[in-house]
């Protein structure tokens, strides 16, 4: 099991490595690391508290889901499955033994909570999050066609596609008692706990989930504009609120590490198109890149702190 993992990361690591060989062959690498060494402590900082203050949305959204009323004591504990989460999946090929540990920590947190239930909530907060972003990369093609921006058909109709599956699935969930369906499934009655976060009286859950996933994914493309400003990339809010989530749709898709490579290549791609050098664009990314891993390290540090997550961490992985 685990030769297949890192095989499978190993595979992800060479593409990443010849994304990043090709985004970065055209510029001065050199310089390009001086001028990140030289980005002062302040916006970095800055930078971390705002990713810190989004992944806290992201959290809140998901502790919707059980738990209608909010306590901060609640939506830290999220928070903290979040990180651990975060910092994991840098070890592994997908999301998917992150989702495992976060489900692990929260199971362990609230066990009067039935482990199914549980594992729902994840699985409903994912759709949650990826159906918004796709919605807005529909959204954002459709606008940036419109002011002559080059959306390739592949990418537009992947999005378009995408959308209407995600449509027809809210649509089944609105409209027709889900929870009592899916359990005469013979395969998923062993679910029932699941499926009550699709109950008539937990749809309003559901809908304040979304209104989240909107609000956090705001606060993320105005962060990426704030930083576009800060290396000199030129961009104005519009082409930032066109192109970050189709590019963040397209990341999605585990075909490398952390997003390196893939991001860098898709930003140069997008971003060109506004005139922005290829030496801004990168050096953006590549901020974001470090900001995210430093994020996930914040997870590490807690990991380390906590000898039982390190126990449910080893668990996973066995």
């Known amino acids: 099991m685990l030769k297949k993992i890192f095989g499978s990361k190993l595979l992800r690591l060479l593409f990443s490595l010849v994304l990043i060989y090709f985004a970065f062959k055209k510029v001065d690498i050199i310089k390009l690391f001086k001028e990140l060494e030289s980005v002062p402590w302040w916006f970095v900082a800055v930078n971390v508290l705002l990713s810190f203050f989004i992944v806290s949305l992201i959290s809140f959204r998901w502790s919707l889901l059980l738990f209608p009323k909010f306590k901060i004591k609640t ?3 999220f928070t903290r499955a979040n990180f651990l989460a975060a910092f994991y999946s840098l070890f592994f090929p997908t999301a998917i033994a992150g989702d495992v540990l976060k489900w692990a920590v929260i199971d362990h947190k609230y066990p009067k909570i039935a ?3 549980v594992l729902g909530s994840i699985l409903l907060d994912r759709f949650v999050g990826l159906s918004i972003f796709v919605f807005l990369g529909l959204i954002s093609s459709i ?3 419109k002011n002559g921006m080059i959306i390739p058909n592949y990418i537009f109709y992947l999005l378009l596609i995408s959308t209407i599956i995600c449509f027809l699935i809210y649509l089944l969930i609105y409209f027709f008692d889900v929870s009592k369906l899916l359990p005469k499934v013979t395969f998923l009655h062993r679910l029932d706990d699941a499926f009550e976060l699709l109950k008539d009286e937990n749809k309003g859950q559901i809908v ?3 209104l989240m996933s909107v609000i956090s994914e705001t606060f993320w493309i105005l962060q990426m504009w704030f930083v576009g400003w800060k290396f000199g990339t030129n961009l104005g809010i519009l082409p930032v609120f066109i192109f970050i989530p ?3 749709t397209i990341l999605i898709l585990p075909i490398s ?3 390196f490579g893939a991001r860098e290549q898709l930003y140069l791609f997008f971003f060109s198109q506004i005139g922005s050098s290829n030496e801004s664009i990168l050096l953006m990314s590549t901020f974001l890149g470090i900001l995210g891993v430093i994020n996930s ?3 590490g540090l807690l990991s380390v702190l906590d ?6 961490v080893k668990s996973v992985l066995t």
Request: hydrophobic letters at 35%; glycine letters at 18%; one cysteine or more.
């Open 75 to 77: 939506v830290l504990a």
């Open 246 to 248: 189709i590019i963040s």
């Open 257 to 259: 590490i952390g997003g």
């Open 307 to 312: 000898e039982e997550t390190r126990g449910k």
């Open 208 to 210: 304040k989930c979304i």
């Open 297 to 299: 390290l914040f997870g």
């Open 115 to 117: 482990k199914t239930k």
């Open 143 to 145: 606008i940036g066609r």
